[in-house]
């Protein structure tokens, strides 16, 4: 008997449907434009222009640069056409306690060759009774304070190499640069409201939806880009929600744009009020703020008033209300349905990852691309890494609400009371006993950032890696006053970051 197999190719995904725009929608198609041949597979993106977006995701992290070159933005347009900033890391003030403030950098501490040492170095010197902040030790830190900037340097051996920066732009300028790219290279956008949708009678796979203008797109993929409502994912498949509010209080934002009033600095500003905290985040033509609350202790009216009420610059528009749900999907792809950004959850922008986890959903779907079956193993392996890297960052957010002291307002106290993640307790515990930081392989957040926060949150250790007891103790503290003083010297020779900017954006 001559067994006759069907051509591979007959399995190959033809239709991409992407359904619902602003920032997420467009990054996907911007990214599939360039990952996939248009000839043979078509990207189609439906929204609706009487749709708003949430669009106050205008602050991000160091991955944005993968993101970035990979759709193949050259830097300098980019930072016109998005009206962008750099950024170095993000200050918090008062959330340990009110007048507290501490730096979150982006970049290494030390030098470039100290690696995590340095921070074993820098606890055995408090431990013996030294008491020098170690932001000091810092280059992202100390040049963002001075609002300084410059390029990390290639050379591994400069100090400059120790630094890591992303930006700040307006999302919405960033989706309409992003549309343009991508409708010149092939994706076909359709204005339309989704009303109605087809599923196949025995998979429940989507084979196509309906918006009001009337006709029906076809589709082999479906990416759901729809924002909180997860038209597809939730509305449709019904995939249900793990709910994280009871780690993450906070369920309502009020943003609302201001005048620019002084020179841009190179860092997002995160600051605790009684029911929540308020971001400012520097723009070249404006600045974005919002405050993010628990409506259990704080009215909209009381919301708008306070961030009002503490703007730098004259607001230039209405206050705009959020509500959200912390938490995401039991499922970021169900069937043929991927969710990427709100659609699959909403962790709130404290640390600036809206925009991150909208890139990582994309590029785990471009390494696992399916066919159009799209294989249960394809399928488990991408929910399975989607939920352990929104988990690691979920606990990064959790470890500022609860490590708080000398706040008595009663959201603070509900969140220093609040049982925790077992996996956010293993690493205080850990860090605790040892100074070390035990991380997963692919957290988003290395040991730098769980350092900063740790300690300006006001996390102690009681002990450094004993390797370090091989150096006397005067040297280490030599080693310390050279670090510390290259990190200066280095800082003051950067350019200001407002005159970085003019021929750079």
């Known amino acids: 008997m001559v067994l006759v197999s069907r051509p591979v190719n007959d399995n190959r995904i033809g239709k991409i449907v992407i359904v619902g725009g602003g920032t997420a929608g467009w990054m996907t ?19 609706s222009d009487d749709i708003g977006t949430i669009g106050v995701g205008e602050a991000t992290i160091p991955t944005i640069h993968w993101f970035n070159q990979i759709v193949g933005l050259d830097e300098r347009e980019f930072m016109k056409e998005t009206q962008a900033t750099y950024k170095l890391g993000i200050e918090f003030r008062g959330w340990t306690q009110p ?92 204005e339309g409201k989704v009303e109605r949708v087809d599923q196949h009678p025995e998979t429940g796979f989507i084979t196509a939806v309906h918006t009001h203008r009337g006709g029906a797109v076809a589709g082999d993929l479906f990416i759901d880009c729809s ?30 744009p201001s005048e620019r009033r002084e020179p841009p600095q190179p860092f ?31 009215s909209d009216a009381e919301a708008a008033a306070l ?37 699959g959850g909403f962790l709130e922008p404290l640390e600036s990852t809206s925009i991150h986890l909208i890139q990582s959903g994309i590029a785990k779907l471009l390494a696992l691309f399916p066919t159009r079956d799209c294989d249960p193993y394809t399928v488990e392996q991408y929910n399975r890494i989607t939920a352990e890297e929104i988990g690691g960052v979920r606990d990064f957010l959790v470890l500022h609400y609860h490590s708080t002291r000398g706040r008595t307002d009663p959201l603070w106290e509900h969140c220093r009371a609040m049982p925790l993640p077992e996996t956010l307790t293993y690493k205080e515990e850990q860090f605790a006993r040892s100074g070390r930081i035990v991380l997963g392989s692919d957290e988003l957040f290395k040991d730098s950032s769980w350092f900063a926060v740790l300690l300006g949150q006001g996390h102690r250790p009681r002990d450094y890696n004993p390797l370090i007891d091989t150096m006397k103790s005067e040297d280490n503290l030599a080693h310390l006053r050279r670090v510390r003083e290259a990190v200066r010297m280095t800082a003051s020779k950067m350019p200001d970051h407002e005159s970085f900017l003019s021929p750079h954006g």
């Open 99 to 190: 007048g507290h403030r501490y730096f979150h950098p982006f970049g290494r501490f030390g030098l470039p060759s100290d690696g995590i040492t340095f921070q074993h170095r820098w606890l055995r010197a408090q431990l013996e009774g030294h008491t020098d902040n170690f932001e000091d030790y810092s280059l992202n830190t100390v040049a963002a304070l001075a609002g300084k900037f410059e390029f990390p340097a290639t050379d591994p051996r400069s100090l400059l190499s120790t630094l890591g920066y992303a930006y700040h732009f307006d999302a919405s300028l960033y989706a309409k640069y992003l549309r343009a790219r991508s409708e010149a290279k092939g994706v076909v956008r359709l």
């Open 307 to 343: 961030l009002l009420g503490n703007l730098e610059g004259t607001a230039i528009a209405e206050p705009r209300f959020i509500p959200f749900r912390p938490g995401r999907r039991r499922k970021m792809w169900n069937r043929n349905v991927v969710a990427i950004g709100l659609s």
């Open 29 to 47: 198609a911007a990214a599939l434009s360039t990952a996939v041949d248009l000839r043979r597979c078509s990207v189609t993106l439906i929204e």
């Open 227 to 256: 924002g909180l409502r997860g038209l597809l994912i939730e509305g449709v498949l019904h995939t249900g929600f793990e709910d994280w509010s009871n780690w993450l209080p906070c369920d309502r934002a009020v943003a609302v």
């Open 268 to 298: 997002t500003r995160s600051t605790a009020h009684a029911a929540g905290w308020q971001w400012r985040i520097p723009l070249q033509h404006r600045t974005g703020n919002g405050y993010v609350f628990c409506s259990e202790y704080c």
